[in-house]
């Protein structure tokens, strides 16, 4: 699935430095990132950490206060220079998705395009593309119907198709399918991926889902307070997260307390493997589906508490020097609270690690936080 | 809206659209320029007056029409808020026969305009009027009103005139309070009427208050009305300096007496008002109205019929019959028996009233796209300054356009060019410019309150698709806001069309419109051939109060009758 991107050359938007403050907030706080020409980048964040900021001084609806950003090698954003949003050639697809309720579909979709080509050539050369465009998201009998006539996915596709239709250098999607109701969502982002790459396209779109940015993306920007915390493949992000945030931003993870070797931590669940070289007291990432669970009345580990997730049981579990981890179980034998217990890790590559602040004096509560 | 799905856009990000757009603030800035340059103006002569001007006037008439002015702004405000707010006390909480009919009703005396209702009253009840005439057949020669043309009697019709625009703010007020406050106060040992003293009007009174300023301001433009009872107010002492001497100065230092009572009566609202700010959400229950029965629901219907028969049946019919007398009286003079001048005047009406429609709407899409695309709390701040001709009187806004004709006037004799006084003397782009700027809020409301609807995405989509900023307001604003420019155009063009102090101080010589002719038959008792210019202009006034406060006070249909 990275393939479209591993084989593209140099970025077709890049941010450099990039500011804004909103008052006193910043809600981009010196920002840089390259896109590749035919990437899709999932840029995922709890609400208001500047995502939908981003996205915004990408496309030119708001000025940065410092920083650059280059679009095909343009500045389009920077000291002395601001391009505006409508000659930029960005493509957004709105969280309202913002169909312009008074044009029917094909006139939607055209509408990007009446600007650039004239005459009657120009006319033919407008309704071929929007044909094409409306090919590609599947919606070419529809051309004659009004927004309000159509379905929520439809709408997402008519939005979709009206961004795409200019063939702009970058399609910025903002929280693209929140408006979907849960089970219509996973399809009609399939479907939006696969429209992207059968065109073509290099996007960006912004998401608080991190299932959604983890399955969309080729890669993924994790962005807090303004910051980015890491920018890469959805594999590296989930299982080499480079801070505390990112790891449980994304999924379940506990921290277990031990002490490097090299390559390797000892721990009261064992020796594990992990990413970095080091010495010292640190802690290792585990998330639930690495921790196995085997009643055992002679086991150390308690079972506190359960929480019934359908296919699996997630179970929380205290372990005999006091540090909490999860691990799931198949629904068809949950472990009963207060039963003893042996933990087992499941584990067949390297764990990411990260410092033990907890046992360092006089640390920042923000430090502690990564 | 239907196209964008529910849910969406709730995030704190500034929206700026592009970030603001230069020729847009510009574009604001010069409407709201064009709009308070005439009130400044005089807002200026306020600070610089001419000696001799008010020498000569304190010695002379100033001191009685201040305290004329005084009197009868104080007396019709007050009349108009005992009426306004009690009927919609009276409609809003109560159910008797008619009330849902009523609660419209009610309303129909604003298509009346004060100086058509001043008229009527004084056709009927003057010495030779009808009802003089009958009481005399009864008791004998001496019987007879009290003078007509007098102080209460112009505090009467005009309170009649402008009750509704407090019986409209009181209703709104009323209706926003929700059950649970007024419950509050009963369960805590209030009875009905210390409830609504302690708690409903407390919460009312900054409805009641613009409502107040706006009767207020009503009575401070108008001179034709007052004219025909012999009160002199100092409104009325801006048109006959102007219109019998032809005194600019003179007239200028009046006008900018008017403004300081406008003022006044501004700061009094806000003082009025205080801090409150009273919003209590809609959609919670509203309070459950009280059944009357018996001889109080009678009584009620009955209070009702008289405000709506004496403020609007009464004088609709007796125009009608005057109407219909002066045709008798003229068949066989013209073919159609229908005054030449009618439709000369109608036509003059119209084109004033058209061409000012379209100014007013085509200037509220500039300005409210412009707050808009332009960004920037100043612009907004400039889009409000662009509205200040509403919120003076008249006169001060006519008078403010007159000294920047004269100027441009000054202008071009210096320069040589033979025009001079021409513009002065008054074309027709004077006075469409007066109207424009005194109108310009009833479509800028509208217009802003209809583009406020349009998702500021749909802005953002647009530009981002390629189109100019220009190129958005066409594809995109102007379609979205079409019924909003439809409702702001009716609104403003039935406004112009009524209109009168403006007109008469400004209109071209020999340029005479409906209302100026209704005024001029009216000042020589010629009630008959006054009936029909009358009875149109309320005609095409009771479109928009048809049209927009029927739907708005709609009463929910009563459960089990």
């Known amino acids: 699935m990275t393939s479209a991107a591993a084989a593209s050359p140099g970025p077709v938007l890049a941010l450099r430095g990039v500011i804004k403050h909103f008052g006193a907030t910043a809600a981009l706080d010196g920002i840089s990132l390259d896109i590749r020409t035919g990437e899709l980048l999932a840029v995922v964040g709890p609400s208001g950490c500047g995502k939908s900021t981003m996205l915004r001084a990408v496309a030119g609806l708001m ?158 920007a994790v962005m807090r307070a303004g910051r980015l915390d ?42 594990l493997p992990v990413t970095e070289a080091g010495s010292g007291p640190c802690r290792v990432m585990l998330r639930p589906h690495e921790i196995g669970l085997d009643a055992d009345p002679t086991g150390d580990a308690v079972v506190t508490q359960t929480e019934f997730r359908g296919a699996t049981v997630l179970h929380h579990v205290r372990l005999g020097e006091g540090t909490a981890v999860r691990g799931l179980r198949p629904h068809t034998s949950p472990l009963s609270v207060g039963s003893r217990v042996r933990v087992r890790p499941l584990v067949d590559h390297p764990l990411a690690v990260f410092p033990d602040l907890t046992r360092v004096p006089n640390v920042a509560p923000e430090v502690l936080e990564r | 809206m239907s196209s964008a799905p529910a849910g969406a856009s709730t995030r704190a990000v500034a929206t700026t659209y592009g970030d603001g757009r230069r020729g847009w603030r510009l574009a604001v800035s010069a409407v709201a320029a064009l709009a308070a340059v005439p009130v400044g103006l005089l807002a200026v002569s306020i600070l610089t007056p001419t000696a001799s001007v008010w020498s000569l006037w304190w010695r002379t008439a100033l001191p009685s029409m201040l305290v004329t002015t005084t009197l009868l702004l104080v007396a019709t405000v007050a009349l108009a808020l005992v009426l306004g707010g009690g009927l919609a006390w009276l409609v809003g909480r109560y159910r008797f026969p008619g009330q849902g009919l009523f609660s419209w009703l009610l309303v129909l005396p604003l298509a009346v305009p004060a100086y058509v209702l001043g008229f009527c009253y004084l056709g009927l009840l003057d010495h030779p009027g009808p009802v003089q005439r009958g009481l005399r057949a009864l008791f004998g020669a001496d019987v007879g009103l009290p003078d007509v043309r007098s102080l209460p009697m112009a505090v009467l019709v005009l309170a009649l ?90 007239a200028t230092e009046i006008a900018s007496l008017v403004l300081i009572f406008a003022i006044v009566v501004i700061a009094l609202e806000r003082v009025a008002r205080g801090r409150a700010r009273f919003h209590q959400g809609g959609g919670a229950r509203a309070v459950e109205p009280v059944r009357l029965s018996g001889a109080r629901a009678w009584v009620a219907t009955g209070v009702c019929s008289v405000v709506v028969g004496i403020a609007f049946v009464v004088p609709v019919v007796q125009l009608a019959a005057w109407a219909v007398a002066a045709r008798l009286d003229s068949q066989g003079q013209g073919a159609s028996g229908l005054d030449a001048r009618y439709l000369d005047y109608l036509v003059n009406s119209l084109t004033v009233a058209g061409l000012t429609a379209v100014g007013c709407a085509a200037l509220a899409v500039v300005v409210a796209s412009g707050t808009r695309l332009g960004g920037r709390a100043s612009t907004r701040r400039m889009a409000r300054l662009a509205t200040v001709g ?157 049209l927009l406060f029927r739907r708005n006070l709609a009463v929910p249909p009563q459960a089990g009758m």
């Open chain 1, 63 to 220: 000025r940065i206060d410092a920083g650059q950003i280059m679009l095909r090698s343009r500045v389009v954003a920077g000291p002395g220079t601001f391009v505006p949003p409508e000659r930029r050639a960005v493509g957004v697809v709105f969280q309202d998705l913002a169909l312009f309720p008074h044009l029917d579909v094909t006139d939607n979709v055209s509408f990007g395009l009446d600007r650039r080509r004239r005459g009657r050539l120009g006319g033919r050369r407008n309704s071929r593309r929007v044909a094409e465009v409306l090919e590609m998201v599947g919606l070419e009998p529809l051309g004659r119907r009004y927004p309000h006539e159509l379905s929520g996915g439809e709408q997402q596709r008519v939005a979709l198709a009206r961004a795409l239709a200019p063939e702009p250098a970058v399609v910025l999607l903002d929280e693209p399918f929140s408006h979907l109701d849960r089970n219509l969502r996973a399809t009609v982002r399939e479907h939006t991926v696969d429209v992207l790459r059968a065109a073509g396209a290099t996007g960006v779109f912004v998401t608080h889902d991190q299932e959604e940015a983890l399955a969309a993306g080729d890669r993924l």
């Open chain 1, 230 to 271: 890491q920018v890469a493949t959805p594999e590296e992000v989930f299982h080499r997260p480079v801070t505390r945030f990112v790891a449980t931003f994304l999924g379940e993870a506990d921290f277990v307390p031990g002490q490097r070797r090299d390559r390797h931590v000892d721990t009261v669940l064992g020796t």
């Open chain 2, 161 to 250: 005139a402008t009750y509704p625009y407090v019986y409209l703010l009181a209703r709104a007020a009323l209706t926003e309070q929700t059950a649970a406050t007024y419950e509050a106060a009963r369960v805590l040992g209030h009875g009905p009427l210390q409830a609504a003293r302690r708690v409903v009007l407390p919460l009312a009174r900054p409805s009641l208050a613009a409502g107040a300023a706006l009767v207020a301001m009503e009575t401070l433009t108008d001179f034709a009305t007052v004219q025909y009872f012999n009160v002199q107010t100092v409104s009325v002492a801006v048109y006959q300096v102007w219109n019998g001497m032809y005194d600019r100065v003179a």
């Open chain 2, 390 to 546: 509403y919120a003076v009187p008249g006169p001060v806004v006519a008078i403010g356009v007159l000294t920047i004709l004269a100027a441009a006037d000054q202008a071009l004799d210096s320069v040589g060019l033979p025009w001079g006084g021409v513009l002065v003397s008054g074309t027709l782009g004077g006075l469409v410019y007066a109207y424009v700027v005194r109108f310009l809020a009833l479509a800028h409301n509208t217009v802003e309150a209809s583009l406020d609807k349009v998702a500021p995405s749909m802005t953002d989509a647009a530009l981002t698709l390629g189109a100019s900023p220009r190129t958005v307001v066409r594809r995109v604003h102007l379609p979205l806001v079409r019924s909003g420019v439809g409702v702001a155009l009716v609104l403003v063009a039935v406004d112009a069309l009524k209109e009168l102090p403006v007109v008469l101080l400004l209109r071209p010589f020999g340029f005479e419109t409906l209302a100026v002719w209704v005024y001029q038959l009216a000042s020589e008792s010629r009630w008959e051939q006054a009936g029909l210019p009358a009875l149109t202009i309320v005609a095409v006034a009771l479109v928009p109060v048809v």
